[in-house]
């Protein structure tokens, strides 16, 4: 069974920084490319960054370009490292997984597998 599961989500002032881990299990996702979405309350969900299984390509929204990035490890592990976070970043954040051909980063239907999110909240 895959799982992805999700950690490192927290309460943080402005300006501060937030590191969150996305574990895969149930097989080996180093031929899949990952991403992240986060949902805010009474909004959709919203494409964050995604990478690509080689690692090569990584892709961001504009909102949070220059602040925020993504890696992956070689042990099925991905990872958000989000700076000078904004209080327009709280939000619950989900990693995701997938593997289709012709992957569209930025549609999260493109994605087969979701983590259950962390909730991620920066006090003004």
């Known amino acids: 069974q895959v799982q992805l599961v999700e950690s490192g989500g927290g309460l943080v002032q402005a300006g501060g920084s937030l590191r969150l881990s996305c574990a895969a299990s149930?097989?080996?996702?180093?031929?899949?490319?990952l991403g992240w979405f986060r949902q805010a309350p009474g909004k959709e969900r919203e494409f964050v960054t995604g990478?690509?299984?080689?690692?090569?390509?990584t892709y961001y929204a504009d909102s949070v370009k220059g602040r925020f990035t993504i890696s992956r490890d070689a042990k099925n592990t991905v990872y958000l490292q989000m700076n000078s976070l904004k209080p327009e970043d709280t939000a619950v954040y989900y990693c995701?997984?997938?593997?289709?051909?012709?992957?569209?980063?930025?549609?999260?239907?493109?994605?087969?597998?979701w983590g259950q999110g962390t909730q991620v909240t920066v006090a003004s």
């Open positions: 995701a997984a997938g593997q289709r051909p012709g992957w569209t980063v930025r549609n999260q239907y493109d994605y087969d597998y």
């Open positions: 149930g097989r080996t996702f180093s031929n899949y490319y």
């Open positions: 990478i690509s299984w080689s690692s090569r390509s």
